[in-house]
């Protein structure tokens, strides 16, 4: 049985466990491409202590399979996984892991960018950062939503 594409989890994910259990049984894999993405100190010019993810589960799933279905339309990809964690974290914490395979470097590297692209945007996460003046929830970025649009796909935030 094939590995799940997508998990949501509170807890932590072992990168190179990931990439190991993606590789396993594909000998036509040349090329892995990965990215984490992680709880940082600062955002909008403040100070973050610690942020919370929300989503709803199985919408949220559906939302990154169907990301996943749409990678493999547009690039040659051998395969792709993508965790999310949910839940309160800490700073340096990792947040989201993606990892594409492919035969070649480009499709992976390509596959990988698109991914977060969307996730980014589409995904149905909500945040909330931890600050000096309080609690807030961070609105999507106009800078998101341009890195989605080169890729052919209109933000449903806008």
Not at 42 to 56: F, K, P, Q
Not at 117 to 122: I, S
Not at 134 to 150: P, T
Request: with cysteine; charged share 30%.
């Amino acid at each position: 049985m094939a590995a799940a594409r997508v998990t949501i989890q509170s807890g932590d994910f072992d990168v190179s466990a990931e990439i190991a259990a993606l590789r396993r049984d594909d000998p036509g894999v040349g090329a892995v491409c990965s990215f984490i993405g992680t709880v940082r100190d600062r955002n909008d010019g403040s100070a973050v202590s610690a942020m919370e993810l929300e989503h709803y589960p199985g919408m949220t799933e559906k939302a990154i399979e169907q990301m996943i279905d749409e990678a493999f339309r547009r690039f040659d990809i051998r395969a792709a996984r993508v965790i999310h964690r949910v839940g309160p974290l800490q700073l340096q914490d990792q947040i989201v892991l993606v990892v594409v395979a492919s035969a070649h470097r480009a499709e992976s590297f390509r596959a990988c960018e698109f991914l977060m692209d969307y996730l980014k945007t589409q995904a149905p996460f909500w945040k909330k950062e931890r600050t000096p003046e309080g609690e807030r929830w961070v609105d999507a970025r106009v800078a998101d939503d341009a890195a989605l649009q080169r890729w052919g796909i209109e933000s449903r935030n806008s």
